[in-house]
């Protein structure tokens, strides 16, 4: 079956690094452009990052460029979103996506919380 699974949140100053990881199985990951997502209690869930199949082109919620990267490894099926110079407001609950080939083939993972202490 379809599976989403991320890894790599955690709690981190002002300032620091981490590194979301997505592990996909169950569909053809490099028919997909995946996407990281977040979302904070209450709010809606809003796009941070995303990357097309082949990882050419990239697009980037403006409140996060310049200080996330989004990349992937068609051979490993994962995408990742590095994350530097991290802010409170970074603080949210990170989720994986898959998609692009229709609302039928739309994949979310679990959430990953990512907690920056100012």
């Known amino acids: 079956q379809v599976q989403l699974v991320e890894s790599g949140g955690g709690l981190v100053q002002a300032g620091g690094s981490l590194r979301l990881s997505c592990a996909a199985s169950?569909?053809?990951?490099?028919?997909?452009?995946m996407a990281w997502y977040r979302q904070v209690l209450g709010n809606e869930r809003e796009l941070v990052a995303a990357?097309?199949?082949?990882?050419?082109?990239?697009n980037y919620a403006d409140s996060v460029k310049g200080r996330f990267t989004i990349s992937r490894d068609n051979a490993k099926n994962t995408v990742y979103l590095q994350m530097n110079s991290l802010k409170p407001d970074d603080t949210a609950v990170y989720y994986c996506?898959?998609?692009?080939?229709?609302?039928?083939?739309?994949?979310w993972g679990q959430g990953t919380q990512v907690t920056v202490s100012s």
């Open positions: 996506n898959a998609g692009g080939l229709g609302p039928e083939y739309d994949y």
């Open positions: 169950g569909f053809t990951f490099s028919s997909y452009v």
């Open positions: 990357i097309t199949t082949s990882g050419g082109r990239t």
